[in-house]
């Protein structure tokens, strides 16, 4: 009777174990996939903030716009707002100068994408 007694607490230890490990490999995911969605909506807010701040006809301002909205692509794991980012990206890099003078045009369309991926969450 004793043996068995010993086989049964060795099974739950190491079921425990076990339970252990996958919850923790389950936390960790959620908080990495907390941290892109982060990520991603700070590289956002990025990008608005420098379509209204800053003057979008300054090469390197461009660049850093572009930059940020190409980021935020990549961190982008709803795929809805990832295609709308890619897309504004695309655009962004062809047709950058079609902007300069309708910065808040821009933001707006940031700021929408911004809200549709948050309220998919």
């Not at 692509?73 to 890099?93: K, R, S, V």
Request: aromatic letters at 10%; glycine letters at 4%.
């Amino acid at each position: 009777m004793r043996g068995a007694v010993k086989i049964v607490v060795c099974i739950a230890f190491a079921a425990a174990i076990a339970a252990s490990f996958f919850l923790g490999s389950y936390k960790k995911e959620q908080e990495y996939t907390e941290s892109r969605i982060q990520r991603c909506n700070t590289l956002i807010l990025f990008a608005i903030d420098k379509a209204e701040k800053e003057d979008l006809s300054n090469q390197e301002t461009m660049k850093a716009l572009i930059s940020n909205i190409y980021a935020a692509y990549e961190l982008c794991d709803n795929p809805i707002g990832a295609q709308q980012l890619h897309d504004l990206w695309n655009t962004m890099i062809f047709e950058g100068e079609t902007y300069i003078g309708k910065e808040d045009m821009l933001a707006d369309q940031l700021r929408g994408i911004l809200n549709r991926m948050q309220a998919a969450e």
